[in-house]
RNA sequence: GCCCCGUUAGCUCAUCUGGUAGAGCGCCGGACUUUUAAUCCGGUGGGGCGGGUUCGAGUCCCGCACGGGGCACCA
């Protein structure tokens, strides 16, 4: 539907006759029902079991087998057929779907009629026995039964579901209440963040939570959201990275952290691009980059295995390894480290004939650009891409034995960066140079650069154990791991326009 | 921000060159005690928004909104 339209006043309802007529008749539905009981609307509906399970425990039952194991069921009416003296019903949960046979010898005729009349999408509650019916469905004779809820509004189609892809992003829980990939697809995604966790409980690393509402934004090159505190009066920025303040967390002696959650970055949306991202940083004393590509590896492979994943992606350790400047000379032919300034790197591209824009642009994004149009996009297995230039890492530790190199590197699959990690830096004078440098480097043109922390540097300047540190897009993971395209198959609410 | 494509009933989809907009599901009424996209009969409901061209616009033109894809931006 257009986006134009919206719901709610007298006028726009009668715009729409059609579906004003739907609701008012499940709606003088539900008031003949509150009219006629009480009760007729319970406030718990106890120890109903999940479908699934019963399903499961009866698989034995052969055609026809008929039992008298009560269970308790409770869901929404996807569909319902027949009906004269006996109807079937099909009854959803977030486990599965089971059929309910209503018997009007069973019931009782005002029961069975109150049964019948409900519409599809109202919520239900069963007491029923078990049997598979001669077409072989696992069934629940209907016993009891309690009208849950009324839905005054109509679901989605009973068989095609909802596909128009901007309701289902708009309305979610209708494209949960339609959709069971919808469903399976959003607990896939708790499973797998669980599994994170737990795979960082399980190596030491203790869940720490630091300040959304940041005074300075950094950790990371992007632009932040602003907002504004009442009482301090003073302007805030949502966080776009939590690296900061997690080392300042190893600095205290935590030595080994991480935090889930979100970060916030005001720039495009895209089928990779939500303008808030679910994001898990882990921070580690006495490791470097090479231990972080270890544990990174680990951390996915539970996740997959969280999932049951079985898909085109080999996740299985060790990952392909290449270097950030290997990688494009294979692709592009441009050595970035023999040319080591925009003037050159320019001209560079420029004779290799590469379709890019170039002007006035860094070293640092010119770089950063090669790799990420003629490198990222064939990055399909996961790949690890290591030793970045120092002036695209302002964060991240010299490499120990690359001139101009730092020690880090970002993973790749399905042609997505998923994580990025450094042996950190932790020389609080190089760090304040690097800091320099950078609003250097913005005057030359960079869009983004890392705001110098001053706080940052001081806790710097107690000592920082050697370290190692990862960022992980957690979205990003499972659109990887679920097969979703886009953000926003993975992401409940997705940023919309209104 | 730019380019291309899309928007028809609550949902899923039709509607040849401009000429009274159809179906299935749903919902309402009726038949049916093992159906499963139940079936059968009858009924109900619609061109994203705003302009323009035309005797006549869902269809052609312009603008807007929203969505999808791409570019730019963005690790």
Not at 91 to 100: A, C, E, F, M, W
Not at 285 to 302: F, M, S
Request: aromatic share 8%; proline share 4%; with cysteine.
């Amino acid at each position: 539907m257009g986006g134009s339209e919206q719901e709610g006043g007298p006028a726009g309802e009668s715009s729409r006759h059609g579906l004003a007529e739907l609701i008012a008749e499940r709606r003088a539905k539900a008031q003949r029902l509150a009219a006629s009981d009480p009760e007729a609307f319970p406030y718990a509906y106890p120890d109903v079991e999940p479908i699934s399970t019963i399903l499961d425990a009866y698989a034995h039952l052969a055609d026809g087998e008929e039992t008298e194991d009560r269970h308790r069921v409770a869901g929404r009416i996807a569909a319902r057929r027949g009906a004269g003296r006996a109807a079937f019903l099909d009854l959803v949960d977030r486990s599965g779907k089971i059929q309910l046979h209503a018997r009007v010898d069973v019931l009782g005729k005002e029961a069975f009629e109150r049964l019948t009349s409900l519409d599809l999408g109202d919520l239900l509650g069963v007491d029923g026995a078990v049997l598979r019916s001669r077409h072989g469905e696992l069934t629940l004779r209907v016993d009891a039964f309690r009208i849950l809820a009324k839905a005054l509004r109509p679901p989605p189609d009973k068989h095609h579901g909802l596909s128009d892809v901007e309701t289902r992003h708009r309305r979610r829980e209708l494209d949960l209440i339609a959709n069971e990939d919808t469903r399976r697809r959003f607990a896939d995604r708790a499973k797998l963040i669980s599994a994170v966790r737990s795979y960082l409980d399980g190596q030491g690393f203790i869940e720490v939570e630091t300040p959304v509402l940041q005074p300075l934004y950094g950790g990371a090159l992007a632009r932040p959201f602003t907002t504004h505190h009442n009482a301090l009066d003073r302007d805030l920025y949502l966080r776009i990275a939590t690296e900061l303040y997690l080392k300042r967390c190893i600095v205290g002696g935590l030595e080994r952290v991480y935090e889930l959650g979100k970060d916030f970055r005001n720039e495009g949306i895209s089928h990779k691009h939500n303008p808030e991202f679910t994001m898990v940083e882990w921070y580690e004393a006495y490791a470097d980059y090479e231990e972080e590509a270890r544990r990174l590896e680990e951390a996915v492979r539970a996740a997959a295995q969280a999932v049951g994943y079985s898909g085109e992606l080999d996740f299985s350790s060790p990952w392909q390894r290449v270097s950030f400047a290997g990688s494009i000379e294979e692709a592009t032919g441009i050595d970035v480290m023999a040319n080591r300034d925009a003037e050159s790197l320019r001209a560079a591209i420029v004779a290799a004939g590469l379709a890019m824009q170039t002007e006035g642009l860094a070293w640092p994004q010119l770089a950063d650009d090669l790799l990420s149009k003629h490198v990222e996009p064939s990055l399909q297995q996961p790949t690890f891409v290591f030793d970045y230039p120092v002036e695209l890492s302002p964060l991240a530790r010299e490499h120990r034995s690359e001139e101009g190199l730092v020690e880090r590197w970002e993973a790749f699959a399905g042609g997505m960066e998923i994580a990025n990690a450094f042996s950190e830096l932790i020389d609080a004078d190089a760090q304040r140079e690097r800091f320099v440098a950078q609003q250097r480097l913005e005057t030359l043109g960079a869009e983004e650069s890392q705001p110098y922390d001053e706080l940052f540097v001081e806790a710097l300047e107690q000592g920082m154990p050697p370290s190692g540190g990862v960022g992980l897009g957690i979205d990003r993971l499972v659109m990887l791991l679920t097969g979703a395209d886009s953000i926003r198959e993975v992401v409940l609410f997705p940023a919309m326009r209104d």
